[in-house]
């Protein structure tokens, strides 16, 4: 499975934009970029994903290199219920008999500190 | 919000005891997928179930067996729980396996063996 990099911590203050970095050297060419979050004492919630132009929604924009050998996760105004744990993974279709299940696979994450 | 329900959100048992922990989707998603949490792992795929009683192994699968009879209710049941199995446990969903799909999570299941 391709392996992501992420730093372990990052730290904002509110109202500022927040860049989360990812690497990802080993990708290949099929698989996408997602990112999701986990706020403390709750699931992972689904951020955004892509595959090769950068994505924008109500949550974040998703900045792919040319190479896309790197990604990183914009806040554009970092709150501070955006504090959470930020994964960057790359979804893997694994095959059971056939049968694609889209793995997520989770490593560690960047911890975000929002400071008011 | 997708309507992902776990039950028990908190349960203490006993070594040695079975466990079923219950997740209840109200999406018509095919896919479901079971994850612990411990620290300093991360999340890692306990099973996950690509329709109705289609299931397989994820990669920490020993000491689970998962059923899904219908396409709402993906059970997970530990057989005979240990302590290494304290853990917080998370469903998820999935409309398809593909990989621009996004997948959606459950508030998580805190099971304390003792």
């Known amino acids: 499975d391709a392996k992501t990099t992420q730093p372990n911590s990052m730290e904002s203050n509110e109202e500022e934009p927040v860049h989360l970095p990812c690497n990802h050297s080993?990708?290949?060419?099929?698989?996408?970029i997602h990112w999701y979050r986990q706020l403390p004492s709750q699931g992972p919630e689904y951020v955004i994903h892509?595959?090769?132009s950068n994505v924008n929604n109500r949550m974040a924009s998703l900045a792919i290199a040319e190479d896309r050998k790197s990604s990183t996760l914009i806040l554009h105004r970092a709150t501070l219920r955006d504090a959470a744990v930020y994964y960057c993974i790359l979804r893997d279709v694994g095959n059971a008999g056939g049968t694609s299940y889209g793995k997520l696979t989770f490593g560690q994450g960047t911890i975000l500190t929002v400071h008011p | 919000d997708a309507g992902i329900t776990q039950s028990p959100r908190h349960k203490v048992t006993e070594t040695g005891t079975p466990v079923t922990l219950r997740c209840h989707q109200t999406?018509?998603?095919?896919?479901m997928y079971w994850y612990r949490q411990d620290p300093g792992h991360g999340l890692r795929l306990i099973h996950y179930s690509y329709g109705v009683k289609d299931t397989d192994k994820g990669e920490v699968s020993d000491g689970y067996s998962v059923s899904r009879s219908k396409t709402e209710d993906f059970l997970l049941t530990l057989e005979s729980a240990t302590s290494s199995q304290t853990s917080v446990y998370f469903c998820?969903?999935?409309?398809?396996?593909?990989?621009?799909?996004?997948?959606?999570f459950g508030q998580g299941t805190r099971l304390t063996v003792v």
């Open positions: 998820a969903i999935s409309e398809s396996g593909r990989m621009n799909t996004e997948a959606f």
């Open positions: 999406e018509n998603h095919r896919y």
């Open positions: 892509g595959l090769t």
């Open positions: 080993t990708i290949s060419g099929t698989d996408y």
